[in-house]
């Protein structure tokens, strides 16, 4: 008789669980529909992640899978678990969000927190702070700029074809070894304005750092997936990401900081940017302790300090300027570096889009007296095309 309380007991038990479950993922899976928003459908808890909860598929296929779902249809619903997303197809939807609507649109969906070194960047801030960075980020990127260090580019470009045609005489060459070095030299001389030389000095620790943050973060592909889908589970991450290159690469940037304040040092380059956000900072504060907040001197400075980007420069955290830099090392190299790889791998397995190219390549140096210019370079159309995919 016991056995068959406690069997009945544990059963209503169990489906009550089973209800209460079920209820509670229909409340959630219920807000496009109830929207009138075409949706791809959900599972229980996974929402449309299962396969990238598990990790069986990257999540630039993944997506793409859930974008091919909703083909037919400008924007439709998705769940990340059981959080609504809302995925746009129609491009000139999406241009619009981007910037007419961007006000309504700010967060990207990653943790931002108000201390310490934190994901921040120019991507995942708010819109306030979006802004304020492209604005202060806009004179390094310029046409006039890129043209003025156009020649830097070359002279590694030049150095990189030395290298690489010595050593094919002896033996064959790790292609993506080699650009992985000619971009960190090339990155390192627009963030720092100083030669790394990665490709001549084979135990380079800025190559060998900058390699093994990249395994850090391929070999903890959930972290990203925890940091995106389950931020309370956040704190988790430091257990699982290598932290040997980020004290390498910010201890270099407290290096050249300290060089170039010592020296009274002032270059037009991304850390300079940096430099210059901090020091107005600093110096903003610096005088609020000095007067101690002496209400005259708010009086004069109120005007200064409560318009915008001013207001915005001074709530700046010192993380999210410092991590600007890591960023800007992290996310760059990775990015040209993949460029680079995909487009001489597809020129290897097509000889003659390859002859196309070196041709096209050949002839604009012709039209521009034999030398590699920005402007022979912007005459390349076919090299755009092969970049770009749209070669036939």
Known sequence: MTFVLNSTTFILFLTNILLFIYYHFNIYFNYWRERGVPYVR???????????FFQRTSEALHYAWLYNKLDGHRFGGIYLLTKPVLLVRDPQLARRILDADVDYFSHKGILEKDEGFNTYCVLDTDVRKCELL???LIPIFSL????????????FSASMSKIVEKLILYKSIN??????????????????SFDIRSMKEISSPYYEMGVRLGK??????????????????????????????????????????????????????????????????????????????????????????DTWPQKELLALQNGFIILQYFLFWNAGTEMVCGILNFCLYEL??????????????????RQHGGELTYDAVKNMSYMNQVIHGECH
């Open 175 to 192: 292609i993506a070894e080699a650009t992985n070095r000619f971009v960190t030299d090339v990155y390192g001389y627009y963030a720092l």
């Open 144 to 155: 006039n700029r890129i043209k003025e260090t156009f020649q830097i580019l070359v002279n």
């Open 42 to 52: 959900p599972l229980p808890f996974f929402g449309n992640i299962k396969d990238l």
């Open 348 to 365: 290897a397995m097509n000889p003659d889009v390859q002859d196309r190219l070196r041709e096209d390549v050949n002839s604009s140096l």
């Open 216 to 305: 850090s973060y391929k070999s903890s592909s959930f972290v990203g997936f925890i940091h995106k889908h389950l931020p309370k589970l956040s704190f988790l991450i430091v257990f699982f990401i290598d932290h040997q290159p980020m004290k390498f690469f910010l201890g270099i940037y407290y290096a050249a900081v300290k060089l170039r304040r010592t020296n009274n040092i002032v270059k037009e380059d991304f850390l300079q940017v940096l430099i210059d956000l901090e020091n107005f900072k600093n110096r903003h504060d610096l005088e609020l302790n000095r007067r101690n907040h002496d209400a005259i001197i708010l009086t004069t400075n109120q005007e200064e300090s």
């Open 134 to 136: 492209r604005n202060k």
